[in-house]
């Protein structure tokens, strides 16, 4: 054997080695891309129910936000009732009644009679002054 045929045999066994490296990469990316489609199919089988539900859930919600709505506008009547009411109660029954009130304190008043000696004695004034008190100025007794 010549050199030419030793060198040409060693690059013919590092090409077979070379390939049979690239044939066991390539097989385990086919697995791996196999795995991967598996996974998403899963994914896709799982997912559209789940959307379906939020879907479903979705349209629920929006109906009890329209039915909440329909609720609040009618408690909002109901309030503009009730303030108009109310304004028109007061004004009907409001000065007729302070009226009455005033007429009887005025009746009491003029019918209860009252004396001086009924009426209890005023104690003096004093004046505070940063933490003591000062009596007021005395009077006189006659």
Do not use: C, H
Request: no cysteine; proline share 4%; net charge positive.
């Amino acid at each position: 054997m010549s050199g030419g045929e030793v060198a040409g045999i060693l690059v013919a066994v590092f090409w077979a080695i070379l390939v049979s490296f690239l044939a066991v990469a390539l097989a385990r990316l086919a697995q791996t891309l196999k795995a991967t489609t598996k996974l998403v199919a899963d994914v896709t089988d799982q997912a559209v129910p789940l959307l379906a539900d939020a879907s479903a859930a979705v349209r629920s919600a929006q109906t009890q936000i329209d039915r909440v709505d329909a609720i609040a506008s009618d408690v909002q009547e109901v309030t503009s009732n009730a303030s108009a009411l109310s304004t028109t109660v007061a004004s009907t029954f409001g000065g007729p009644l302070v009226k009455v009130a005033a007429f009887g304190y005025g009746v009491r008043r003029a019918l209860g009679g009252r004396k001086e000696t009924d009426v209890p004695a005023k104690s003096p004034r004093r004046t505070v002054i940063v933490g003591r008190t000062v009596p007021a100025v005395r009077r006189k007794r006659k």
